[in-house]
């Protein structure tokens, strides 16, 4: 018998799950604390959605929104260039439960902040990742893979966007 899956937008409630979430999918390096996550809760809840299932959090998405055209590890990590009206939206962290993996969640958390992202009137979406998703992202839309800058965790990252519509 399959669990129902839900979407919604994140609660304060949610944070000690959700920073959980986030320790269990990325490394300690990559992690965002406790206190970075309950960050990007309070800035901007309208870019921050959860799959829950029976009560737990399983997946979630969160992210930003910025008028540079350069994503930076500052913005990452301590949200610099963050204007709730700025002109893309940047996704700082996709995780989803290993069990749950492979179910279409991450698609469809992806799929929340591109209709929200809509709504706000952004010109795009944008993420780094590692060189062994941009597979992944491509499959989801996402296009234009470049090596930023970046050097976080002593690892090379690739900026992908995804265009929305102009209005």
């Not at 901007?44 to 590890?73: K, L, R, W």
């Not at 795009?124 to 992202?137: A, M, Q």
């Not at 996402?142 to 965790?153: A, E, I, Q, R, V």
Request: glycine share 6%; hydrophobic share 35%.
């Amino acid at each position: 018998m399959s669990q129902q899956v839900y979407f919604r937008q994140v609660r304060r409630s949610d944070l000690d799950n959700c920073a959980g979430l986030e320790q269990l999918c990325y490394t300690d390096q990559e992690a965002a604390t406790r206190e970075h996550i309950a960050k990007r809760i309070e800035t901007y809840p309208d870019g921050f959605f959860v799959a829950e299932s029976e009560g737990q959090i399983i997946g979630m998405i969160n992210c930003g929104a910025t008028h540079m055209d350069d994503i930076t590890d500052e913005l990452y990590m301590q949200l610099a260039g963050h204007v709730r009206n700025g002109k893309h939206s940047v996704i700082f962290s996709l995780a989803v439960h290993p069990d749950y993996r492979g179910r279409g969640i991450a698609h469809e958390l992806i799929n929340l902040v591109i209709e929200a992202s809509k709504k706000k009137q952004k010109q795009s979406v944008h993420l780094l990742c590692k060189k062994s998703l941009i597979n992944f992202y491509e499959h989801l839309g996402f296009g234009s893979p470049k090596l930023t800058d970046s050097s976080f965790n002593n690892s090379n990252w690739y900026e992908l966007s995804f265009p929305l519509p102009s209005v």
